[in-house]
Structure formats: C-alpha cells, structure tokens
C-alpha cells in the first residue's frame, strides 16, 4: 500500500504525522490548524479531508464533521483516480462510527470493495463494518469471499461463526447449521484443523444439530489432539455421551476427570445424574438463566428400579470411597459433600429417612464446618429436609460443636457457622423475643471477644467475625417486625455503624445501612453509604437495585440524575464498543468468544435495568422541569414527544428482558418496591425469600415500566388538547382540537387503565367514586399515584372530547376539574397526615414526594397550557369580547383549580417546614431514649450498651495499636446526628420542590388576573 | 505513531478510551497466613471465564481490594487470552475467585503475566489463589512455552509478596511510582521450565520507571 512509499493516504507521512500525534495529545486546535494547511496543499485529497474531519468531531463539531466526511466521500467515489487506500477508509471509518453513521462508513467500504475485487484489506474493513452493525448474514457473505480468496482457517470460521450467530441472535433456520457444517467438512478433508478454537467451534456447530456421535467421532480422531489440556477434552465428551443418551460412557468419562481432578465438583454432579441417567441438568442447561441459575430440588430418576437405582448408589458409593481414600492426606472436601449428595439423591428416591443425610450433614460439619462457606455449601442439600428435621439437624450441629474447642480461630467460625445456618432454616420467626435479643447479644459478644485474633491483619482485610455484626442486626431489623419497637432499628444502625468503624471497607455493613437509612427517610445518608461502595463500570447494572429504587420515588433528583446518567453511559458505551471487541475476537481466532460477546451484548440490552434507566431518566426530566411549560416543551422535544417511548412501551411485552440484578448480596427484609417485608410477618419467611418471588418481582418491574413508559406521550397529549380547547372556547375563529390528538388520548387513556387493571370506563367510575367520597382513596389500592396520573389525563382529555359524563353526585354533576382537585387535596392530605410519616419508618413520604411530583405537576401542566393559551398572544390586543373569559366556566374552573392545588402545596410545604424546624436535640433525645435499658433488663438497647461496655474496658495490648485507637474514635452520637442531618437533608430537597412549586402557581394566578 | 493506530489491523481502539495497562493496579485480596491446614483443597470447578460471570461475581469485587475493570478491558482479555482468564466456581455456582492474565513478550522475554486474582472473602484462606496461579503457570509453561510468569504488586503489600514468595516468586525489580505515580510496584518473576539456566529471574541492581517497561 502507499505507506509502504513513505505516503499516508498519497500525501508524504512527515506531514501527516504532526496532526495525528496533535490529536494523540489531545491538541484539537493545533490539529484543526495543521489539517486545514494540509488540506489547502491537497484539497482532493480524501485522507486530507478525512482527518480534518476527525479532528472536527473530536471538537464536538459533529455537524461540520459530517459534511467534511461526505465531502471525502463523495471524492473518493467520483474520482477514479483517486487512491481508495486502506488509510483513507478507516480513518473515515472511524469518524462515521464516532458519528454514529455506521451506514456510510460500510457503504464506502462496499464501494471499495466493489471497485476492486479480492482486495483483502478492504474485505477485512467490509467484515469489520458487518461485524458493527450486527449483519450477520452479510458478514458470512464477506467471510465466504475472503476463504475462496485467501483459502485461510480463520476466514472459514469467521463464516462459520457468521452463521451461528444468524442462528442463536438472528432469525436464521437451523437449517444454516447444515451449511456450516458442510463448509467445515469440506475444508477438514482438504486441510484439517489447526486451531483448537476451531475445533470448539466445529463440535458446537455438530451439538446444536444433535449429532453427537458426529461430534464425538471427531473428538477421539486426529482433531482431538489440538485439544491440550486432557480434561477440557474429557469434560466435552462427558457432555457429548450425556447428550446422546449415553450414560454408562459418559460416566465412565466424568469418573476419568475425578480421578485427574478430584475436587471438581460439578464434574461429580455430572458423574452422579450419569450413574442415575437424570438427563435434567442437560436438559435444562439451554432453558436456564445463566447468571440465577434455578435451585433444584428435584431429581429425574422414577425411572429406575429399586435395584438399578440400588447398584447405580452403590457403584457412586465405591468412587466416592476411592476418592476418599487417595485422597486422605489431603483433605479434599469434595468426596464429603459428594456423600451428602448422594444422600440427597437417596432421599429424594425414598431410600432412606432424613437420618442418613443429617448424619453426612453432620460429618462434614465436624470437618468443615468452621470455614465460612459451610452454610452456603449445604444450603441446597438442606432444601429437602422439613421444617423439624432442619431444626432438629441444628441441635445436633451445636451438641457436636461443644466437643470442638482446640483452636480459637475454628472455634469462632463454628460459632459463626451454627448462627449462619440458624438463620438459614428459618425458624426464628418463631422464636421468642428474649431468645432472638439474646442471640444478636451472643453476635456482638462474640465479635468483640474475636477482636483480638485480627490484631495483625493489615487493615484492608476482613476481621475475623466480621459477619457477625451483619447478623447480629439482621436479628434486630427481625425484632423489630416483630415488637414494631423503632428502638431496634436504631440499634442495627448503631452495631452497623460501630463495625465501620472498627473496619471501614466492610460492604456487607454498607449495604445494609443503606437499606435502613433509606427505609428510615434518611436518603441522603443512605446515598452517601451506597457512593462509599464505590460500584462502578458492570457493577452499576448488578448493585444499583439497591438504590435506584428508592432514589426515582425520592426528592433527590440531582443524586438520582447522577445514577441514571452514569449508568445509562456504562450500558452505552459498552454497546457502542462491543463490536469492536468482538471483532477483536474474530482477529484473534477466539470463535467462541465471538458468540459469546454478541450474545451478552443482547443480553444487557435486553436489561430491564437499562430499560427503567431510560424511561425514568426522561420522566425525572419532565418532572424538573414541569414549573416551566416552555422548558417542559422543549424537554418533550427532545423525547420526540413521547413516541419513541410508546413503542417501547409496545415492545416491552413481546421483548424478552433480562434480569442481571444480583441479589445474593440483598438482605431478606429489604423492601423492594413490590414488596416491603417490614410492614407485617411473613409466616414461614426469615432468610431469602428472593427465589419465589423472583418471578412476581420480574413481572411488577415490567408492569410499571411499560405504564410509565406512556407517560411522556400523555403529558404531550395533555398539553396539546388544553391548549386546543381554550382556543376552541375563547376564539371566534377557534381552531378545534385535533380528531387524531384527542383518539389518540383516548387509547392511551384506555390502555393505561387497562395497565391498572380496570376497563376505561370502570376506571372513570373508581376515580368519580373515590373523589365523591363514595369510596375511601383504599380503592386505589397500592397505586395512589398511578391512579391520580390517570385522574389528571382524563381531564386533560376530557377538556376537549366532553365525552367523560360523571355520575351525579347529590344532585350536582361534578366536572373532572373537580375530581382532579378532589383527588389531589385528599391523597396529598391523608398521606400527609399518616402517623408513619412523622415516626418511622417513613415510607409513605415517597408516597407524598410522588403525588406532588407526578400527578400534582402534571396537572399543573395542564393548566399552565390553558392560561397560555387563553393569554392575548403576542401584540394583539385584547379583542373586545375577550373580557368575559374570566367569567366562562372554563376559566372558573382553571381559576378554582389553581387555587385548590395551590392550597395543598402550601399545606405539604408548612408541614415539611415544621418538621425541619424541629430541633436536633429532641430528635437525638428520642433516638437515645429508645436504646435506653427499661429495668427488667429487655427491649431494644443491649447491643448498643454492651459496646459501650467493652469500650469503657478495651484492652490496648491485647487488641493492637490500630483496632484500639478505631473503637476509640466511636461516637454514638455523631452517628445519631448524621442520621437526623440524613433525614432533615430529605425532607428540605422536598422542601424545596414544593415551593417552587408554589411558585410556579402564583404566577399562574397572577397571568388569570390578566385575562 | 498515530495513524498506524487507526488502521493497524484494522482495529480501531476510540481515541478516548485508552486500554491503559500501566494505571491497572495489581489486586490481591487472599492473604496467605500461618494457620492454614496443609494442602486443604476446597472443591471447585475452575473453567474458563465467560461474559456472564462478569454479572455474578459482584460479592467478590464489592470487597475494596479487588478492582472492577472497565468492560473493554475484560474483554479485550477474554478476546485474546483466553486460556489466562479463569474462574473457581464452588457448589450452588457460586463465584469463588478468578485470575486474568496474558501472554506476552519477545524472544526471550516471552512470558505469562497475571492481571490480577482474586479470591472472595468466602473462600479464603484455603489456597484458591495458588490453585488459580497454579494452573495460568501451566498454560504459560505447557501451551505457550514461555519463560516465565510476573507479576506487580504494591510494594507495600506485604502478605501478598510473602504469598508469591512462598510460590515461588522472586522480586525480579522494583518499578518506581508505578501505582497511580504514587506507589512503587514489585515486579516478580518466576522462573519456567523453557528458561533452564533461571536468567530470567536474576534481580536487578537498579529499580526502574514504569515507562522504562517493556510491556506494560
């Protein structure tokens, strides 16, 4: 090419270089300065003019971008004497692709490509630019060209991985898989293989298509061997033989890899389900969700005769022994819990009774029952055991463990074990509330009596016991659903707080404090733990659950902004970039991870996550700017007026979304918008409900989203009809509201109630009802804010349509103005006046905050819209007639409205402002009275004074330098302080809203008294 | 030189996300201490790191000591080594630690490079660390035929430098402010089967600058 001759697109490199290494260093001037030279010395040139345009987009001059870049094009297509080198076309490749543009920057390498034939650069730029824009077929096309060109390995498996990819993320038949095969076999005959990704590639193309003894022909052959590491090999033929109904072989195989790694223990699993022809985990692997894989209890095998299954145990039985017995010295753990497997298995056959696998629960306790896995390691083997047997196991477990006490270290994790698994059976629930008080007392003892082992750590690392404050005040939050007593709240917050302190990077503490913080209207503190987690890049999308729900019903609208923007730049960014990664892959001749990143691509595009993050950052937009109608205007602009989010909207149901949230890390009471375990008991429930409701939760998220994704749209509406029926009204010449506006309102009217449950029509009738006080503001249900958006829509539509015929109230009809007015000053003002608002814990403020921020500033829209309109426009001066507006019914109703939703503002603002008034000492008085000792020695309060105790009498020499001089600098009171600057913070961003707001309503009142 | 980034096969890396290895700090988070019980092995199944598991390992990365990479750069690890990528998954699938490293090197300076490993504070203390670094020195040694394996590490580290010695790791140099222009690295290097006479491992006198590195 060109460069070869010391020329850089045809223009000598020692000119060129001096504007790269400018953008290189990020000299964007100087760079436009030496590109515009350049150019002026070669103004044909399309290299020139590309690199002007790079460094204009990386200006942010997109628009002047563009047009260079066409220009570039355009030359480089005209001129036929132009040199279209490969320089040329990746450069504007890239400012394309900067521009969002992938469509030309592949329309130019087609052009090449066309222009001259077989040239491999330009095919490897036109492979590139598919790969981008995820064409699939198209890529196979380009692959297919390169291999008869080139004749190359890798250029067939692009192809090959081509047609995978059409077949799993596009819509290609399965029949493509055919092709596939046939290219490879053809090249195999001719060629063979060389790279065991090819290989991998091969066997996977023959598994997809069930022909596993295909594939595994292939596997034992000459092909086998680029397989180096021997039990990759054997773990695929195991999968192979399992698959193909073999599994007499295929145990065979898998008893090969536990020879060669003994401690491989889904190896075990695969060996057993072979051994008992339990097909399940085969089966279930393409269906199952891959990061929440199912907890399975049950087990294929009725199949089986007594004594088949008899001599299959057995056979598992002899392995399992022999693994023992080369293994003894080195105490692997996996033939252990391969014995309670295979009790497991015995169990759930009827072969036996609960004894055998406590027993095996039990000898594997002894051996390993002090290292901190050991509850998560037999949580699924207790599954299958009752209630009773559970907690019968649990006494055996502590009988046991008293023999236990040689070595401090062990000791505690014993300890900490029995608790773990304790509050794994669940049964605390039913525990009296002096055991569970004394329990998170032995917690705390047992963490602060530890302390010393950890004299020496370094203090980065965990503290011995560390979670034994987690637990401790998970027993306190289970106190405090059980008393209803605030004060142990307050106490979980104080151990929490008291464990930062000793170590500060606990995130198991943080998490929990944010969850009660946030529970406890203290966001902003709670915002404050959830930043010091430092969650970050892919974090965002499987931690952020514990914020961002919260955070999108709250007054924090900056912090909010700031997690939204954030995250919605991760899932961007990462989608704008993955197709280079994966042709990164494809370079590198790693096939597999070519599919695999397409697919992970879809699948975080696929986020419900990412789905909410856009939707509600748009609707927190409307919702800041909802005072001002031309700036509401100009956000709904930009949101196309709401249309791009109705189709999502519309895709939402027949979209397959993914749920990447991980909630091992989420404590089992914590409240989730769906479900607020705090609020009453859950028989049976004390430890990770999450995998039942998984489902329920998925579906609830789904609901709401596709509700709220209407919203713009309904805004936009109810602008536009308000502003129509004023005209309408009070213009002789009146333009009427558009027929399309007003139907389209309608249906969207109509869906919405669909969404909350009802017809349009009964929906109508529960907000005339609720609003006459025929029935209480309980018919709304747990959606009070859904119910009064739709309220305020209706209205909206109704202005013009006139088609909504309330039922008589008393003789009077009431207008949905004042249904609207009705609704709004009665929800506000209950909620406001909830006893749970001005104790704790202080949900229902989210509630208020949503009322005022949703419906109440939608409907001030709708009013600020018809004032507009009904304002003389512009410098026409008020006609003669005009002067009996004020007096119209329309205008007495938006005159009355303004008055009543301004009332109720003022209201929620004085109330807001006495509680912030209230002073910090009385907050602190009933913070500390609650963790007071009562007398008899019970009640919230234990904890907390007994690491007062241990304070008062740390032993310096025996705890070390570092841990004294942390538990030193404990302060319950400055924690105590925090958390009511934490709650006052909340109620002021509030504060603040609410009069703007009021605001907002004045000047409204103030252009009516111009009309 | 610039240009040649923008069509060096063909790859363009955006100019403002620069894949920068040098700022990588080295993790550790598996301290080794004395009361470990010899040879105990927790049973595991170490495979290949895939995509997906970069949504399940949150509880191992939410520990302060182990830093969550941007994507490209998982990715490009995942893309073009993937044999150095791998994770330790225990029962109930659940995410016990992994390691990420590359192969890398000239001639003789040919070599495996760990990245970072990492071990979840679940399943510490029980030598999954030396399991993982174990096996990436294997496809170092037997697949690739390098010489040797590095790694950095905070000078200040002490109970990971004493756990790579006790691996077999010398301190080879140290790299000066390498961590963030604040901190010195440690480079240690141990030495492969390829590299008979041990050359690769013979310490520096001086220590270096991180732009005096090879690979970076």
Redesign the interface.
Same mark, same amino acid.
């Given at each position: 090419m060109a460069?070869k001759f010391g020329l850089?697109g045809g223009i000598p490199e020692r000119r060129?270089?001096p504007?790269?290494?400018a953008?290189?260093s990020r000299q964007f001037k100087n760079a436009l300065k030496q590109s515009t030279a350049l150019l002026a010395k070669y103004p044909n040139s399309p290299y020139a003019l590309a690199l002007k345009a790079l460094v204009l987009e990386?200006m942010g001059k997109c628009d002047e971008s563009l047009s260079v870049s066409l220009q570039a094009k355009d030359l480089l297509y005209q001129n036929d004497s132009t040199l279209m080198d490969?320089?040329t076309l990746?450069?504007l490749? *890239?400012v394309f692709?900067?521009l969002d543009r992938l469509d030309l920057a592949t329309s130019c390498y087609e052009y090449a490509c066309g222009k001259y034939h077989n040239n491999m650069?330009h095919m490897?730029?036109l492979f590139?630019c598919y790969v981008r824009e995820y064409s699939f077929v198209k890529q196979q096309q380009t692959a297919i060209k390169m291999y008869k060109h080139a004749g190359e390995e890798r250029f067939l498996l692009w192809a090959v991985c081509s047609i995978q990819l059409q077949v799993l993320c596009g819509n290609g038949g399965e029949k493509l898989l055919l092709l596939a095969e046939g290219l490879l076999k053809k090249h195999v005959a001719s060629h063979s293989l060389h790279e065991p990704e090819a290989l991998i590639v091969y066997i996977s193309i023959l598994e997809q298509q069930a022909k596993y003894g295909d594939a595994l022909e292939i596997l034992s052959g000459t092909l086998g061997s680029l397989l180096?590491?021997e039990v990759d090999k054997l773990r695929i033929q195991g999968r192979l033989l399992a698959r193909q109904g073999d599994y007499t072989a295929a145990a065979q195989i898998y008893k090969k890899v536990l020879e060669l790694s003994p401690?491989?223990?889904?190896?075990?699993l695969h060996y057993l389900g072979c051994l008992l022809e339990d097909d399940s985990s085969w089966c279930n692997a393409a269906s199952s969700d891959?990061?929440h894989?199912q $907890?399975s209890v049950d087990c294929k095998f009725s199949h089986l005769t007594d004594e088949v299954f008899n001599s299959r145990i057995s056979e598992a039985s002899t392995s399992v022994k022999k693994l023992h017995a080369d293994t003894s010295?080195?105490?692997?753990?996996?033939p252990y819990?391969a014995n309670l497997e295979i009790e497991r298995r015995k169990l759930l056959y009827g072969k036996n009774n609960n004894d055998e696998l406590m027993e095996a629960v039990l000898e594997y306790f002894l051996s390993f029952g002090h290292?901190?896995?050991f509850t998560?390691?037999v949580?699924?083997f207790l599954l299958v055991l009752s209630l009773d047997k559970k907690t019968e196991l649990l006494e055996r477990l502590k009988s046991s463990s008293t023999s236990h006490s040689t070595?401090s270290?062990k000791e505690l994790g014993w300890f900490i074990t029995l608790k773990k698994i304790q509050e794994l059976i669940g049964n605390t629930y039913k525990l009296p509330v002096d055991e569970l008080e004394r329990s998170a007392v032995q917690m705390s003892e047992m963490y602060c009596k530890s302390l010393p082992l950890s004299k020496d750590l370094?203090p980065?690392?965990?503290i011995h016991g560390?979670e034994l404050l987690s637990m401790a005040s998970n027993v306190l939050v289970q106190l405090f659903w059980r008393t209803s007593n605030y004060g142990y709240f307050m106490e979980a917050i104080m151990v929490l707080e008291f464990g930062l302190t000793v170590r500060r990077?606990a995130?198991q503490y943080k998490v929990l404090l944010v969850h009660l913080y946030s529970h406890l209207g203290a966001l902003p503190l709670a915002y404050e733990w959830y930043k010091a987690?430092?969650v $970050?890049? *892919?974090?965002m999308?499987?931690?952020s659950h514990h914020i961002l729900p919260q955070m999108l019903v709250s007054s924090l609208w900056v912090e909010s902004n700031n997690l939204l923007r954030d995250y919605l730049r991760?899932m961007d960014?990462?989608l704008r970039?993955?197709a280079?990664?994966?042709?990164?892959?494809y370079?590198?001749r790693?096939y597999? $991870?070519v599919i695999?990143?397409v697919?992970?691509k879809e699948?975080l595009q696929r986020s419900s996550q990412y789905l909410v993050a856009r939707v509600e950052s748009s609707i927190l937009q409307l919702k800041q700017n909802a005072d001002n109608i031309e700036e509401e205007e100009s956000v709904l602009e930009n949101l196309k007026c709401g249309v791009h989010f109705l189709e999502l909207s519309n895709e939402i149901g027949s979209k397959s979304v993914t749920f990447?949230e991980?909630w091992?890390?989420r404590p089992w009471w914590t409240p989730t918008p769906d479900k607020n375990y705090l609020l009453g008991p859950f028989a049976g429930i004390s430890y990770c409900p999450k995998e039942n409701l998984m489902k329920e939760r998925e579906a609830s998220i789904l609901g709401v989203v596709e509700r709220k994704s209407l919203l713009p749209r309904l805004i936009y509406l109810s602008i536009q009809t308000a502003s129509a029926c004023v005209k309408e009204n009070f213009e002789v010449n009146g333009s009427i509201c558009d027929p399309k506006v007003l139907s389209e309102l309608k249906y969207l009217l109509d869906r919405y109630a669909k969404m909350l449950g009802f017809s349009l029509r009964d929906a109508i009738e529960v907000v005339s009802g609720v609003s006459s006080g025929l029935n209480s503001s309980e018919a709304f249900g747990a959606d009070m804010v859904g119910w009064l958006n739709f309220a305020v829509f209706l209205n909206a539509w109704n202005l013009s349509s006139h088609e909504v015929v309330l039922p008589d109230v008393n003789g009077c009809r009431p207008s949905t103005w004042q249904v609207v007015n009705t609704l709004l000053k009665k929800c506000i003002l209950e909620v406001r006046s909830m006893e749970s608002l001005v104790c704790y814990p202080q949900l229902d403020l989210s509630v208020l905050v949503q009322l005022v921020t949703e419906p109440l500033a939608w409907h001030t829209l709708v009013m600020q819209s018809c004032v507009r309109s009904s304002l003389p426009s512009g410098k026409k001066k008020k006609r003669s007639g005009s002067a009996d507006h004020s007096t119209s019914p329309l205008s007495q109703d938006i005159r009355g409205s303004v008055q009543s939703t301004s009332g109720v503002v003022e209201e929620v603002a004085k109330w807001l402002g006495h509680h912030i008034k209230k002073s910090e000492d009385e907050k602190l008085d009933a913070i500390f009275s609650s963790l007071e000792a009562n007398g008899r020695g019970e009640g919230p309060g234990q904890v907390f004074r007994l690491l007062g105790t241990l304070i008062s009498s740390l032993n310096e020499a025996e705890l070390g330098d570092r841990i004294s001089q942390a538990m030193k600098s404990w302060s319950p009171v400055d924690v105590a302080r925090k958390f009511v600057a934490g709650q006052r913070a909340g109620l002021s961003a509030f504060l603040r809203i609410c009069e703007s707001k009021i605001k907002s309503l004045q000047a409204l009142k103030q252009q009516m008294a111009q009309v | 030189m610039g240009h040649h980034r923008a069509c060096k096969n063909g790859l363009w890396k955006p100019i403002g996300v620069t894949i920068s290895y040098l700022a990588v700090p080295f993790n550790v988070s598996f301290r080794a201490r004395s009361f470990f019980v010899p040879n105990s092995r927790k049973m595991t199944t170490i495979r290949r790191f895939c995509c997906n598991d970069l949504l399940r390992f949150t509880s191992v990365n939410l520990d302060h000591l182990t830093e969550t990479f941007n994507m490209s750069f998982y990715m490009t690890y995942l893309a073009r080594w993937p044999d150095y990528f791998h994770v330790a998954e225990g029962p109930g699938n659940r995410i016990m630690g992994y390691i990420m490293g590359k192969v890398e090197g000239q001639g003789e300076s040919w070599h495996g490079h760990v990245t970072a490993v990492t071990v979840s504070p679940e399943y510490r203390r029980q030598q999954l660390a030396k399991k993982l670094m174990n096996l990436l020195e294997d496809i170092s040694d037997k697949i690739d035929k390098a010489y040797f394996v590095d790694l950095f590490v905070r000078a200040s580290n002490t109970p990971a430098i004493k756990m790579y010695e006790k691996l077999g790791y010398v301190i080879y140099r140290r790299v000066l402010r390498y961590y963030s222009g604040e901190e010195d690295g440690l480079d240690m290097r141990k030495a492969l089967s390829r590299d008979v006479e041990k050359k690769s491992i013979i310490p520096l006198k001086r220590p270096v600058t991180p732009d005096e590195l090879e690979y970076d």
């Open positions: 460069s850089a060129v270089r504007i790269w290494d953008i290189d990386r490969d320089l990746s450069t490749q *890239i692709q900067r650069d490897m730029g590139n180096v590491i401690d491989d223990w889904e190896c075990f891959p990061i894989p $907890k010295v080195n105490l692997i753990r996996c819990l290292l901190a896995c998560s390691d949580e699924d070595e270290i370094d980065q690392e965990s560390e990077h995130w987690l430092d $970050k890049n *892919i974090l999308e499987t931690v991760f960014d990462h970039e993955s280079d990664l994966t042709f990164l892959a370079r590198h790693n597999s $991870k695999e990143f697919q992970f699948r990447n991980d091992q890390s | -």
